[in-house]
């Protein structure tokens, strides 16, 4: 019975992020993080896709960029300052944004 348990509860975790990361692209039009980040070319901020490259196979990322997310900052893409994620966002719709862009 406890091996069920454990099944189930590893299946719902899986699930669940998927289904964040899914989410994700919702909540980042939800933000209005495309108005300077698109999926495949710089405009104003760095494109989706080289955000997902240039931390690829850090296992850190996520925690870096819900930081980065949140706080806000600049120097890693270039000079241009990304500003602060107002307070409206929670930190668990910037986990999912992050996941989604990592993913």
Known sequence: MKVQHVL??????LL??????D???????KHNCGTCHHAEKKT???GIKAIAEKYKGDATAADKLAAKVRKGGS??????AM?????????????????????
Do not use: Q, R
């Open 23 to 29: 989410d994700g692209a919702a909540l980042m039009k």
């Open 83 to 103: 500003p602060a994620t107002p307070a409206k966002a929670s930190d668990e719709d910037i986990k999912a944004m992050v996941a989604y862009i990592l993913k």
């Open 44 to 46: 104003v901020g760095p």
């Open 75 to 80: 120097g890693v893409f270039g000079s241009m």
């Open 8 to 13: 189930m509860l590893t299946a719902g975790l």
């Open 16 to 21: 669940s992020n998927v289904a964040m990361a």
